[in-house]
Structures are given as structure tokens and as C-alpha cells.
């Protein structure tokens, strides 16, 4: 029987999503321990897409193959019991028939976020990047409409990916900032039908350096060329977070987003 | 010559501001050793109000006399190059003439933060504490208006204070809460012209309890009695952020709130 796990992670400290060699602590790694633990037997988990180091998940969605007479709705408590508190499994079910959570992926969301302030805030500096200045919203939102629909994205993947095709669809890019007393937050939320490897924390920091001044011919010289030199430097990893997956039909009802 | 700091730090690995014995790390601590380090000589570093162990501040207030001729406004980042990344100082200054900053704060908020979600979420639970249910907004913030005024806070005062009056006026509370897909933030802001010892703790438990839906009856018999039993628990420390601590005039420019 295969199921399927709501979760989410804070990524401060694992060498992101797969399982690599000993001494590396990876989310997968975690996952696969609890489950093998709670089934005693090894259990392979799949994620809907890899987050690399760093990265943070508030709704990652997962699978698993097992046989078990537990109740389904009950192996995310019980996975939990095996687990360190930087991942918790917040929903499991039973998936519908010929699931699967990388290929069945239709729409992915992620938001970086990026603050400015005379100094780093350490309450915001586990999930945000302190940037200098503060970008302009409209500037932002303007580049950021030029990247939505299907593009060649080939610019925006670092190097080392092997993907087959660097063609994917952004279906929206939404720039949030919210100016408080102490410090200006800046939110960038892209969803898309997937994406190259670091295409949010590039796509971010041409965004970013735009809203800061840069023109947007960098970015339309990209798109046009498939040229990475075109745009600004990848992001770090901290500011980086998953917020949901979504897939044809709701799986655990309307709360996976 | 007098010095003040605007600083923020993240509480979860500190046993509170108060500096104390060997072994225990405090942030008082921290900052005098930085201080003392900074100007070859013991320096005591004093803060607009002690935060207990695991309660974090986005925008503490602190004062320290020392004789030097570094600039002022540099003294921040100075001091940052030998504190550890949990604590920052974003603003230094001369103080005003005769300027204290416990005795002189006018106003101080606190946010105490809670969150409802089927499991705890790694990426919100280092700052917030999961609860269960959705407390309703209006009836909290109806609850919350009670206790805005001058009032003898007695009851919502923990065992231990050494405080000489339990008279304290409560300016406003706030209550803000935000349903986002995989989880409901609940905040309640509160400014004062001080607190108890955990006082915005034991007032947020009552509000939570209020919001999930106990009767108003304790927190009137509290406010009219003194007495601690009428109201629920002290909620937890990591939930609470010292936000801004407010004087007769501006200390760092506009932005210390």
C-alpha cells in the first residue's frame, strides 16, 4: 500500500532533502530511519522535489510504500515519535491509486524572504536575509510579471543540474513588503509546475537587485538568451522556503494548500 | 559617559537577560563580556527590563557608561564583532543627559504568539506555541479591552516578584489572527507602561482560554480579587517577543518605535 505524508522542516540544520553518506544529516535520511523503526523493515521516502541545504519546508508532501495494519491517518503521530523535532509529519493517508508525489506535482510554491535593517535581527535571521536598502514593490512586481507563463528557464539553473528540459511554466510571482517599526520584510512567493535547480534563489536575487535599481535588461536578456551571467548571484539557502504542493485532487483535504 | 543600545536577540538558548552563575548563558552576560572586551574594562550593561530564559526580543533597550573615545554610533558594530549571532545591536548612541533606561521606559509592547495546526510546525515553533483550537478574534479582543487601563494586576502576577505596587496601566492589547493554509497565527500584542513577572504570559493564557471559550468570569474576579487561581496557566516562554520599549523622546532616530 502506498501513503502519502504532509510534513514540513526547518533546514538549519540538515544537509537538505536526500540521503546521502554517514555523518550527513539529511530529512530523507531522518524519514527513512523513522519509518524502517516504525515498520521494521527499510522504507524508501520519496519527496515531491529535493530542498537542498538549508532550505526550509512548511508543506513538503511525500510518499511511501508498506504493509501495515495501522491506521493510516495515524502514521503521521506515530512517525512523529521517531522523529527530531525539526520535522514533524503533520497529516498521512492512503494515496489514491497511482500516486506519485514527484511526478504528480502540479503546482509548486515557494516564498523567499529578505529584510532590511541597521543590523541582522536574529528572530528574523533563521528564515530571511538581511539585504541593504529596500527594494521597491512596484519595481519588483513589474519583473517579476515578465518571467510568468512557460519560459526557457536555462538562465535561472546553476550549474550541475540535469534536468532533461529547462522549459517550465510559472503560473504566478507575488511580491509582498510589509515595512515594520524595526525593519522592512520582503516576500517573494513564485508557484510554478516545477522548477530548475536554485531557479527560486536566482530568480529571487535578479528580482531583488532590480527592485534595488538594477534594469530589467539583465533579466529580459536572460529569458531571451539562457544566459546565467546575465543575472545576479543565487540566494542563500536560509531564505528559502517550500510553502506548498499541490496536486489534481486535494489529498489530505483543504489544508495541503 | 553614558551610552544606549538598541538590540534584539533570539531567546532559545539563553537562560534570560540576568546575568548568573558560571555556566549559565545570559544575554546581560554576553554583552558585558563583549563590552568589557570592547573597552579593556569591566563594563556593566543594564536593560530596560529583564526577559526570562526563552523569551526573545526584537527591539530591547540597554544603557552602560564607559569612558572612550571610539564614535558612538559605531559602538554597535563594534560590539557585535564580539557577541555571538543570537544577540545583535542594531543602534548605539550618547545617551540624554540623565537618561536610565529601566526607569525611563514609557511604554513597552510584548507579542505573545500561538498557532493552531494538526502538528507542530518546525518553521513557526521556535517563536510561537502551538495550541488546539481557533480562538476566536472578537471574543478576545472583547476580553483584551478589560483589562485596558489602570488596574492592580495582582492576579496576573507569578509567585517570586519583588515588585513594591501590582498597579499597572495596560495602554492597548491587540489581538491579530491570520488563517493561512497549513496553519491559524494568533497574536496578542500588549503595551504597557510595565509588566509583572509574567504578566503578559498569564494575561495571554487567559485570553487564549477566553478566545477557546471560558467564561469572562475569571478574568473579572481576577481583576477585582487579586487573585492567581482565577486565571489559566503561564503560557510558555518561546511565544513571547519583547517587540519595543518606547521613551519621552526618540532615541535612535524614528525607528526604535
Known sequence: MRYALLLGYDGTLFSGWQRQGKGERTVQGELERAASELFGTPTRVTASGRTDAGVHALGQVCHFDAETALP???????????????????????APDGFDCTRGAKRKTYCYRVYTAAAEIPVLDRYAVRILGVPCLQTMQRAADMVVGKHDFKAFCAAGS???????????????????????????????NGFLYNMVRILAGELIAVGLGKSTAGLEAALASGNRTCLSKTMPAKGLMLETVEYDAPLFGVQEG
Open 72 to 94: 493510516a491517518e495515524k502514521l503521521c503521530l506515530m512517525l512523529n515519535a521517531f522523529l527530531p523535532p525539526d520535522i514533524r509529519v503533520y497529516k498521512s493517508c492512503i
Open 162 to 192: 540535469s534536468a532533461k528540459t529547462t522549459v517550465r511554466t510559472v503560473f504566478s510571482v507575488e511580491i509582498r513588503v510589509r515595512a515594520e517599526k524595526l525593519y522592512t520584510m520582503s516576500e517573494i512567493y513564485v508557484t510554478g
